[in-house]
């Protein structure tokens, strides 16, 4: 079985500043793990995603995450926040190999921008 | 190339009616799964087509349906709808495992 903890379901930074969010999960085989941004009366948006290989990834908009699979974490992060960054973000986590094409999503982070 | 379609964007019914709800993938993608979004639930799976089979289902009650076509569009269907059921439908399409494009949802009401 698959899940993801996303821990703050509010995140607030000042313009430029470091942007964390914090995406852990749980997975009985190896994952694929996904960031999606959704903006307000929109769908999801792919930032990023990890299937094998590198475990820094890199993604759309500066964003990037790790894979660390000792801490089962997957956290996204951008070296400077932009207003246009304010927005909410879902982790998601799939299983490889399970046959099952879905996605668990974690409860979301809702991403404000102070100028 | 065309992204993810789904119709109606906005839709609004009265408890006990049924609605249909219809989504377009990405030319080439033979799978489409449907998730349903309310502020209470989060985003939950409700079902995954490929090949116009059902190969996975949330947990959802059987009121609850959809269905896809030889040309991987696909529909879900609400029956005997309730207030809760009030939700951000969205669809997503994908090649298999590991990449999925998702629309911009129908926003069903009931009323």
Redesign the interface.
């Given at each position: 079985a698959q899940s993801v903890t996303q821990l703050g379901s509010h995140v607030s930074v000042s313009e430029g500043a470091l942007v964390l969010l914090r995406c852990n999960y749980s997975s009985s085989v190896p994952p694929?793990l996904?960031w999606?941004v959704q903006y307000p009366?929109?769908?999801?948006?792919?930032l990023l995603?990890y299937?094998t290989g590198a475990t820094l990834v890199k993604g759309i908009n500066g964003f990037e995450a790790e894979f660390k699979k000792s801490e089962t974490s997957f956290h996204l992060t951008k070296p400077s926040a932009h207003m246009s960054d304010a927005a909410e973000y879902?982790c998601?986590v799939?299983g490889?190999g399970t046959?099952?094409?879905?996605?668990?999503?974690?409860?979301?982070t809702r991403l404000t921008v102070i100028p | 190339k065309a992204g993810v379609t789904q119709t109606p964007r906005y839709l609004i019914k009265t408890r006990g009616q049924q609605v249909t709800l219809s989504c377009s993938p990405i030319s080439g993608h033979r799978s489409v799964s449907w998730y349903q979004q309310t502020p209470g639930q989060g985003l939950q799976f409700l079902f995954e087509y490929f090949s116009e089979t059902q190969r996975n289902k949330g947990n959802f009650p059987g009121r609850f349906s959809g269905r896809q076509f030889s040309n991987s569009r696909s529909e879900m269907n609400v029956s005997t709808l309730e207030l809760g059921d009030s939700a951000l439908y969205l669809c997503a399409s994908s090649l298999q495992l590991g990449g999925y494009t998702f629309g911009s949802g129908t926003r069903l009401t009931v009323v």
């Open positions: 694929y996904f999606y009366n929109q769908g999801l948006q792919l995603k299937t879902f998601a799939s490889r046959g099952a094409n879905n996605l668990f999503f974690g409860t979301g | -």
